[in-house]
């Protein structure tokens, strides 16, 4: 943006803020830091130590916790496991780019449906090393949530079944688009991205991938259950004692 | 008229002398019409126009609108939505579509019979709208051709009604001497965009308030722009 042009907004003329920074002009953004307020803060201090980078609290009430990348999954199956804790529900696989070559983080959003309870955990990646322990054997509903950020940030899941684009097309080649980095009209001319689009192949993306015989179906729950030998030739996923397992215990959420 | 109910009344003998009252222009009405089959043609096509619906956003919500009781698209001969595209004469495009989806939307077309026309119904769909973004189709008739743009965003029902009734404005002016020009389908061209690259640089050029951001595609020479918080890849 040149100088003779400005256009009146802090954050259109320099870029976004990340909210770790100095927050002596945002006063909303961190009050708290009390790690009393939120239990799992202070059981992961005590359990894991050097691995809890720092804690923040944010609008009030939520907690985060920021940790060791390469520790991840440690902790988060820790976070799911632990009676106390009990995690057994994630919410949301995200992650954020702050620019200016600021580390990119994957935020876990996790609920305690029985406990009630819940708590964000953020591991930054330095650009350089954008990698990360799949959290798909903790809780299936990341599967799809890690394929997106690894789509939109280009960020790869070590130990994740199926790591691929998600969202764009699996030819695509122009990048992550939700990088900072990543011009907002893509890289290509529009005429070479209208040639690429139409140069792939539906049935790549909806038929031969996921419906082809070579594909292994996702199964539910009760398919699974059902796949191991057992005399019970056919599942009731109707039943409703089986329901009630389904919501009460941790481990058999998906 | 009267030449003809006299020559009929003579030379066919059953109309002659009944005394019946027949037909709806009375008595000894002509059992034949002549016409031009130009006419007759477009007659039949303009009042038979099914459309096969492709609706991905909030415009498929007033193409429904369109369907449904209040405005009765079938009154116009739009009598049934056509879901396939093999019976399907109008290409109805509501919504915004993605390079992702640019070749579901091609193979529908091609897969159209004709004759077969097609309206672009809303801004998106027109023109990319205000998605100058990087996953978006800057106006579908770089991938389709395109007989009638609907504005609006979405537009009313009666947009949509109206855009319709263009195409049936437009079918009246067609001639079958023209048929060659007019329903010419290039088998080399099936499935390929259907504007060259120069027609996409220029159908898919920013404007608007998207001229104003700093961060051009590759359609803007020179390098793009960069904020004092980019991070440089």
């Known amino acids: 943006m040149s100088d003779e042009r400005p256009s009146g907004f802090k954050e259109v003329e320099e870029g976004p803020t990340a909210s770790d920074d100095t927050h002596e002009d945002r006063p909303t953004a961190v009050d708290v830091v009390d790690e009393q307020s939120h239990p799992t803060v202070t059981a992961a201090r005590t359990r894991f130590g050097d691995a809890i980078f720092r804690h923040e609290v944010m609008a009030g009430d939520e907690h985060v916790i920021f940790v060791d990348p390469e520790r991840n999954y440690e902790i988060l199956e820790w976070l799911k496991d632990d ?10 696989v995200t992650a954020v780019d702050y620019g200016s070559g600021r580390p990119i983080q994957v935020v876990y959003q996790l609920y305690s449906i029985p406990l009630r309870h819940s708590i964000r955990v953020k591991a930054e990646l330095p650009l350089s090393h954008l990698e990360i322990d799949s959290v798909v054997p903790l809780w299936k509903a990341a599967n799809w949530l890690e394929r997106e950020v690894y789509d939109m940030f280009g960020v790869t899941f070590r130990n994740h079944p199926d790591l691929r684009r998600i969202l764009m097309p699996e030819v695509y080649a122009e990048g992550h688009p939700l990088r900072k980095d990543f011009p907002l009209r893509g890289r290509f001319s529009r005429a070479e991205q209208t040639r690429r689009a139409l140069a792939q192949a539906p049935e790549d993306y909806y038929i031969a991938k996921d419906f082809g015989p070579g594909r ?12 191991e030998p057992e005399p019970a030739a056919t ?4 039943d409703p004692a089986d329901e009630s397992e389904h919501s009460t215990d941790p481990d058999e959420r998906a | 008229m009267s030449d003809t109910k006299a020559k009929d009344t003579k030379a066919n003998p059953q109309n002659t002398g009944s005394g019946l009252p027949g037909g709806i222009f009375g008595q000894g009405t002509p059992t034949f019409l002549t016409t031009k089959v130009d006419f007759v043609v477009n007659w039949a096509r303009r009042n038979s126009l099914w459309p096969m619906p492709f609706g991905t956003a909030c415009c498929a919500i007033e193409m429904m609108s369109a369907a449904a009781s209040t405005h009765d698209l079938a009154r116009f001969g739009m009598e049934r939505m056509s879901f396939s595209p093999r ?5 109805i495009c509501a919504g915004r579509v993605p390079y992702k989806l640019a070749p579901v939307l091609r193979r529908i077309w091609d ?3 004709q004759p077969k026309w097609c309206v672009s119904m809303g801004a998106c769909a027109s023109s990319g709208g205000v998605f100058d973004a990087y996953s978006m189709v800057q106006g579908i008739d770089t991938i389709v051709p395109v007989d009638v743009y609907v504005p609006g965003c979405p537009p ?9 009734i263009m195409i049936q404005e437009k079918i009246r002016g067609e001639t079958l001497a023209e048929h060659e020009t007019l329903r010419h389908e290039d088998p080399d061209a099936v499935g390929r965009p259907k504007a060259d ?8 050029g920013p404007f608007g308030n998207s001229t104003l951001q700093n961060r051009p595609s590759g359609l803007v020479p020179g ?11």
């Open chain 1, 83 to 92: 009676p106390d804790q009990l995690y057994n529900f994630l919410s949301d």
């Open chain 1, 216 to 227: 292994e179906f996702q199964k539910v729950g009760w398919q699974e259950l059902g796949a």
């Open chain 1, 235 to 238: 599942p009731e996923p109707e």
């Open chain 2, 87 to 91: 019976q399907a004469d109008v290409l």
């Open chain 2, 111 to 113: 897969q159209m019979p």
């Open chain 2, 156 to 164: 009313r029902p009666e947009a949509l009604i109206y855009g319709l």
């Open chain 2, 197 to 204: 690259a120069q027609q996409v640089e220029a159908l898919s």
């Open chain 2, 223 to 233: 390098i793009p722009q960069e904020r004092p918080g980019d991070r440089v890849p």
